[in-house]
């Protein structure tokens, strides 16, 4: 079934000049960009977007270092999208990432870990609607 998931190229990647190979494995994987931008965040919208976890003890730490610099965010398009991402971009502790995924080449460490991916259906559209409305959408 055709699923929508939305995709952050976090602040560590886009810093080190990694935007480019990391949608190109989301290409190479076959999923659509259906909209995209890049975009600064404040610390407030990083603590919106980060709402759910905001009783973890990295939630000051996680959004200071998603407000830290741009953030590339994309929402992405295929059959079973939101899994096919999760898997493209393997375990939040890249120690524990399988080979050849996003984090496992690419992260620094649990928190600097190169990409988010909405991790289900609802949360998949309140994220995508977080950051994009109706017209910046294609299709
Ligand atoms: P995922 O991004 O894989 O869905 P979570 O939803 O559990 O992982 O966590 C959200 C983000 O919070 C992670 O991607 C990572 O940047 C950060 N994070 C998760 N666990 C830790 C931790 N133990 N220490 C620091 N940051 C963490």
Do not use: W
């Not at 190109?24 to 709402?51: C, N, R, S």
């Not at 009783?55 to 965010?73: A, K, N, W, Y």
Request: hydrophobic share 40%; with cysteine.
């Amino acid at each position: 079934m055709s699923e929508r998931t939305l995709s952050i190229i976090k602040p560590d990647a886009v810093e080190r000049n990694l935007t480019g190979a990391v949608l190109k494995m989301i290409q190479d994987e076959g999923l659509k960009v259906v909209a995209m931008k890049m975009i600064h965040m404040t610390k407030e919208q990083a603590q919106g977007f980060y709402a759910v976890h905001r009783e973890r003890p990295f939630f000051d730490s996680l959004t200071d270092f998603m407000c830290s610099g741009p953030v590339v965010v994309a929402a992405l398009e295929g059959d079973d999208a939101i899994a096919r991402y999760r898997k493209l971009m393997g375990a939040t502790n890249p120690d524990n990432a399988d080979e050849g995924t996003i984090r496992k080449l690419f992260a620094l460490d649990v928190e600097k870990n190169t990409v988010h991916g909405s991790d289900g259906p609802e949360t998949a559209a309140v994220e995508i609607s977080y950051f994009f409305n109706r017209l910046e959408m294609v299709g």
